[in-house]
DNA sequence: TCTGGGGTCCTAGGACCC
DNA sequence: TCTGGGGTCCTAGGACCC
């Protein structure tokens, strides 16, 4: 077992909600959600005096004003949320380490193994990160500190909100991981949970020690032996760099009552068409696998796909094959959700590409130098990333 | 009055090719 | 009378994450 790395795991606390309040200080110690509006939303994020009611992200809106009368329900702002991240993840490598693994708006690793002095302890560094998001941008972090990837997530989500906790020591896993409910552990969903409880697996700590490994492939696939050994401490230590491309891109919407009328249902998938190719071309990507897919009335999801022997991308063409798609396989279906959808996604031959094959003086590239244009530009790509993300002033 | 949306990864089964 | 087997791609569904 390496215990070589000191690897944080940081998160903002009821992030959609503390930027709502740090952008609007009236806000604050009042009851809020961040939700959409319509009488099928649901709570995208309460913040902690809503919590305090009982009231969970998923939840139901009407359920959660049930449980508290005077709540507030924000909307949604995307752009503003994803300003305070990228606030978020450029003072972290300004004044902290670049050397960060961007997991979602609100969250990341980071690895500070080379930061670590007798005087600069990883709890000093950590305390340091907390007061740093706080004043510079008004928001509470919790962090997790281990030698793992998976240790230092537990570690954040065990004390929240400004929470710091560190899990080196045996005698650390076994306080702190091994009590907790099986189903706090990191991708130990709703269903595992069912299923691992009714084989008597019911704590973190029934996982590290079980011998029934039949039982734990069957649940987990073929990856079950990282569960396993994931319970016992032992687990991945390398940050991931590289920001990759989206390797699929949907939009979907709820519609405000389910309906089987295909003119309706046509506007909508219209628009979704207009920002899958929006969002398409901003990666600079084609794909060539298309989904229609439908929730009925009883929550059921239907799904429809389509390879193409050709890369599309563009409104027109994708738009002409959902709708052939939606009016052979779901024309009399009363829904309520609709969305579309495409994947197998690959490079537009970006002008980077171009530039790259001049410079060769080859204008037509074999396979293998493709190849190899395709390392470089991977290459140049997370470089000039990282130099993003370490500049901004 | 009635349970979101955007992703990633995995699995099982079938088609097709050699 | 006899119905392989490996590889690859595709489809549909589902678990899980934030």
Not at 83 to 93: D, M, T
Not at 117 to 133: G, H, S, W
Not at 176 to 194: A, D, H, L, R
């Amino acid at each position: 077992m390496s215990k070589n790395k000191i690897i944080f795991h940081i998160d903002i606390n009821a992030f959609f909600a503390s930027v709502e309040q740090a952008n609007n200080p009236s806000l604050k110690n009042k009851p809020i959600v961040v939700a959409g509006k319509t009488k099928r939303s649901v709570v995208s994020c309460p913040n902690y005096v809503a919590r305090k009611f009982g009231i969970k992200a998923a939840m139901p809106i009407f359920q959660a004003k049930s449980l508290c009368k005077n709540l507030i329900i924000v909307s949604h702002k995307f752009h503003l949320y994803e300003e305070y991240s990228e606030k978020f993840i450029n003072l972290l490598s300004e004044k902290v380490s670049n050397r960060i693994e961007y997991i979602s708006l609100d969250e990341c690793y980071m690895d500070v193994t080379n930061l670590v002095t007798e005087k600069r302890t990883p709890l000093v560094i950590a305390q340091k990160i907390q007061n740093l998001v706080k004043k510079e941008l008004g928001l509470g972090t919790s962090i997790g500190i281990s030698y793992n990837k998976f240790l230092s997530k537990m570690g954040s989500d065990y004390k929240k909100p400004m929470g710091i906790t560190q899990i080196f020591t045996k005698s650390d896993l076994e306080s702190i991981i091994w009590p907790q409910p099986i189903g706090n552990m990191y991708f130990v969903g709703k269903s595992s949970e069912k299923y691992l409880i009714e084989n008597g697996i019911k704590t973190i700590g029934d996982l590290a020690n079980t011998k029934d490994y039949e039982l734990l492939e069957s649940i987990f696939g073929k990856n079950w032996k990282h569960f396993i050994e994931n319970a016992n401490g032992v687990g991945e230590d390398e940050l991931n760099y590289s920001y990759g491309e989206p390797k699929s891109v949907s939009v979907s919407k709820t519609l405000l009552n389910d309906t089987d009328d295909f003119s309706e249902i046509k506007v909508n998938i219209k628009e979704f068409t207009k920002e899958i190719a929006e969002r398409l071309s901003h990666y600079d990507l084609v794909g060539k696998t298309l989904s229609v897919y439908v929730k009925d009335p009883e929550f059921k999801l239907h799904t429809k796909n389509k390879t193409l022997k050709n890369y599309i991308g563009n409104y027109d063409q994708m738009l002409v094959i959902f709708l052939e798609m939606y009016e052979r396989y779901f024309i009399d279906m009363k829904v309520r959700l609709v969305g579309v959808g495409i994947s197998n996604l690959i490079s537009k031959e970006p002008e980077i590409c171009s530039e790259l094959f001049d410079k060769k003086q080859n204008k037509r590239a074999h396979k293998k130098d493709l190849n190899d244009i395709v390392d470089e530009i991977n290459h140049k790509f997370s470089r000039n990333i990282l130099k993003v993300a370490s500049k901004s002033k």
